[in-house]
């Protein structure tokens, strides 16, 4: 039953999760937290990711080798989308809100078909050294894969976190969050910026995608999951705070992982979304809110 | 327009009749089965239209509304064996009041937020049912069907009626609410929340009245779900294709009026049964997405408004 060594295993594990949560949470966070573009697709182009990742691991490519590779390719990929998003919604104004939301669902749905479709309903996992691997302090087993994945989360959100706020580009994408006209009056193009940012927001969802193949089996329908869970992250972090978001997928990880050893795996799914309702009913502007 | 309304209300009636003369004529159990399906969906999507076509809220939730109503049947059914009337009346109440909960939420959230809280809605709901033992759990629950009354040789035909009764009920009240004061009121709140209320438009009232009687008719088509099926699980009750289903559909069909949302569900439903039949049920899912992308994109009013625009140019 409970323990105390029970209990810090939860929290120990908790923590290793809420990082890899807070890694696929990232690009959420500059797509829709510093953008305010609806991207409830987000969770389905990282499923997508992995899958890629998946494929390149076929011909022997390392899971995280795959990953960054991905990048650039998604990366202009992400491009492609906002650009699409911009022309058919935001240019023309009004009315916005309920059809880019309704056509970011579309394209989810496309993504989840496509990938049943090419490759079915089958979970699918990649092989890696570290995968299967566990480490050992004192009675307590961590999975390697769990290590690894919190390791890449740690650069991955440092690193964007010191993109943004140190470099030029960066600062500007900040800047178009915070007041679009007066970027426009600077003489700078914010559709530029915005195009830029979300880019780079699918480029990091690159790298998240095969962190999730490497933490567990993927299947299709897996994006169905994260939407919980990316968003309940990104709305505690408040929109568009980078250690906001690790915060908030620490808060996550460690209470899912509690309420797993507590309670059972049936409860777990649930706690993203309970999660994401209190923040929502009390504090909509997250913890780290601007 | 009291002309219209009697066009109306004999077009419903003729609806009815036709019902009742199918389910005598037509044997094959399959086209039941798909047209049961249909029905669903128009009900389903007239439902997600009074909130999210005329005052525009967002709802991704259908499938919570939907669930819940189907598993209100099935936990009076378990306990105390009630009438379909009782199971129907008490899973629209249910979802309703699920439906009020969730318009108070309006109070706060608007937009993405909203949509995002309505899926929490879905997660939780299904959730709590898994959880439930005597509701099945997640292995869901064997019914039996009782015998079917008099007129109708048997339980599913007389369920199909019933379907039936509760589509027509949902259109006219979807239709009492566009064309009254209320409709007017929660286009106000679509087109500027703040400016409504400024003019005096009572927009908490009338978002509340919109999400309980949106949730309550979502509640009502799940209702006889169970004992069509006379099997229930709660992972493809509480499955996120419903609210695909009821967002496309009205979607596609076109959001501004009741007739929008029937027309998509009628031509959706029926192409994706059509699709899953002859190609499969992957192929059919893949449809949805692609139309519902492309009307969005390109023909914001949907069906609806791109036979106006024709008229209009001829």
Redesign the interface.
């Known amino acids: 039953m409970f323990s105390l060594e029970l209990l810090a295993e939860a929290i120990l594990f908790g923590i290793l999760l809420g990082a890899f949560y807070a890694a696929v949470s990232v690009g959420l966070s500059v797509a ?1 937290g510093l953008l305010d573009v ?1 991207h ?1 697709a987000h969770p389905a182009v990282m499923v997508l990711a992995a899958y890629a990742t998946f494929v390149l691991g076929q011909y022997g490519l390392d899971p995280i080798v795959a990953g960054i590779v991905l990048m650039p390719l998604f990366f202009v990929f992400g491009m492609a989308i906002y650009r699409f998003y911009y022309e ?1 919604f935001e240019k023309r104004g009004s ?1 916005a ?3 880019g ?3 970011f ?3 989810a ?2 993504i ?3 990938l ?2 090419g490759f079915g309903v089958d979970q699918r996992m990649v092989q890696a050294a570290y995968i299967g691997e566990s480490l050992r302090i004192g009675d307590m087993r961590v999975p390697m894969r769990m290590l690894v994945a919190f390791g890449v989360a740690l650069v991955l959100t440092t690193g964007l976190a010191i993109y943004l706020s140190r470099t030029f580009t960066g600062r500007a994408i900040k800047a178009v969050a915070q007041d679009e006209p007066a970027l426009r009056l600077m003489g700078a193009n914010p559709v530029r910026i915005k195009q830029w940012a979300f880019g780079l927001a699918t480029g990091v969802t690159a790298l998240a995608g095969a962190m999730l193949i490497i933490v567990g089996p993927v299947e299709p329908q897996l994006d ?1 999951v994260y ?2 869970r990316t ?1 309940a992250v990104v ?1 505690l972090a408040g929109l568009g705070s980078m250690s906001g978001t690790v915060a908030a997928g620490m808060i996550l990880g460690i209470s899912e992982s509690i309420v797993l050893s507590m309670f059972g795996a ?2 777990a ?2 706690v ?3 999660l ?2 209190i923040v ?2 009390l504090r ?1 502007q997250g913890l780290f809110g601007r | 327009m009291r002309k219209t309304s009697v066009g109306f209300w004999v077009g419903a009636g003729v609806a009815l009749a036709v019902a009742v003369v199918a389910v005598n004529l037509i044997t094959n159990e399959y086209y039941f089965f798909a047209a049961y399906t249909v029905l669903t969906f128009v009900v389903l999507a007239t439902a997600w239209n009074i909130l ?1 076509g005329y005052a ?1 809220y ?1 709802n ?1 939730g259908t499938a919570a509304f939907f669930g819940v109503g189907a598993y209100t049947s099935v936990l009076l059914i378990k306990a105390f064996g009630a009438p379909l009337l009782v199971q129907i009346l008490a899973a629209a109440a249910v979802s309703g009041l699920l439906g009020f909960g969730a318009g108070l ?1 309006t109070l ?2 608007r ?3 909203f ?3 309505t ?2 809605l879905i ?2 709901m ?3 049912v ?2 439930w033992r005597f509701l099945g759990g ?1 292995t869901g629950v064997q019914l039996l069907r009782p015998p079917p009354i008099p007129p109708f040789e048997s339980y599913q035909k007389m369920l199909f009626v019933v379907m039936v009764l509760i589509v027509l009920v949902g259109i006219g009240i979807a239709r009492y609410i566009e064309t009254s004061w209320i409709g007017r009121g929660l286009r106000a709140i679509r087109d500027s929340e703040e400016a409504a209320e400024c003019s005096g438009v009572p927009t908490l009232k009338l978002k509340l009245l919109a999400t309980t009687v949106s949730g309550a008719l979502m509640g009502a088509a799940g209702a006889p779900m169970p004992m069509y099926l006379s099997f229930v699980e709660p992972f493809s009750t509480f499955n ?1 294709n419903y609210s ?1 289903g009821a ?2 559909s009205a ?1 596609i069909g076109g ?1 501004g009026t009741w007739i929008g949302p029937v027309v998509g569900a009628l031509l959706l439903s029926t192409l994706q049964q059509v699709v899953t039949v002859t190609i499969s049920n ?2 059919n ?2 449809v ?3 139309l ?2 492309v009307f ?2 390109a023909a ?1 009013d949907g069906i609806v408004g791109l036979i106006k625009r024709l008229r209009r140019s001829r």
Do not use: K
Request: aromatic content about 10%; proline content about 5%; hydrophobic content about 65%.
């Open positions: 829709f609806p409830v058919s009315e809100g309920v059809r939301l309704a056509f669902f579309g394209v749905l496309i989840e078909v496509g049943i479709i169905r939407i919980g968003f709305v049936s409860w799914p649930a993203a979304f309970g994401l309702l929502l009913g909509p | 999210g525009g967002v991704f939420l706060r959230l937009g993405i937020f949509a995002i809280a899926v929490a997660v939780i299904e959730t709590v898994v959880n997640a996120l695909i967002l496309a979607m959001t992957e192929m899912v893949l949805v997405g692609i519902l992308v969005v994109v914001p």
